[in-house]
């Protein structure tokens, strides 16, 4: 991956190769726990951000009635193709869905987003994506009714902490990565971008055991093991330099022994 790649370029690599085969795996079953602490009423207008293969989009759209839309976003046309086939064979959600290929990051000039015309925004499994959290969310603030919410999901600090290791030497190595979880060091961590991008921060939930791995542990014996699996993961597989397989090794079982000590 050249280092001037875009994070919107980096997103439709990824996951244009991952469309075809994207619900294989815990993300249905996460997207049904996420929604179900979403506040949906009746005729609201819900923009859901990065939305892929509709996932949460189409529960959404179950919601809000004839009298609600849904307008799903996501910058990979593989994704959003995988979405439409959803309301291909379904009236009801050709009726209450519209999907758009646009920047999430920055929806200006983006067809059916209007600003000030939602009542909701939502953006699950996407928001390590982003490069600059807190600009995000000030932009997507814009597009809010008074007195609109956001539902947005973030990583725990801990989750698939070998991924978190490979970003952090890579940043170190002037490399580029495919996420940005650098700036999770607890729950907190977002309700502070949100309160300082104006938002009132209602509530803050855990879902524990998402990917179906339960509690793993990274120990140093392990670091090799951990380096290749994350390496060869299908995220970072296809951008992973050679430079960083052998400068990284070393600085990742570093990193790991601190962890450790």
Known sequence: MPRTESQ??????????RAANYEDSWHPDYSKRFMKLVPIKPSDRVLDLACGTGLEAVIAARHVGDDGIVVGVDITEAMLSEARKKLDHDETLHRRMKLVRHSVTDLTGCPNVDRGSFNLILCSSAFVLFENPEQVVAHWREYLKPGGRVV??????????????????????????????????????????????????????????????GSTYLGLDKADEQFDYVVNGPLTASIVTEELRVKGREIFQRRVAQCCS
């Open 8 to 17: 919107s370029d980096a997103a439709q690599r990824m996951y244009t190769e």
């Open 152 to 213: 947005i999901d973030i990583t725990h600090e801990y989750n698939l902490r070998s991924g978190l290791l490979l970003e952090k030497v890579a940043r170190r190595l002037g490399m580029p990565f495919p996420s940005n979880r650098s700036w999770i060091q607890s729950k907190e961590s977002f309700s502070e971008i949100l309160e300082s991008c104006g938002f009132v921060v209602e509530r803050v939930g855990t879902l524990e055991k998402i990917v179906g791995l």
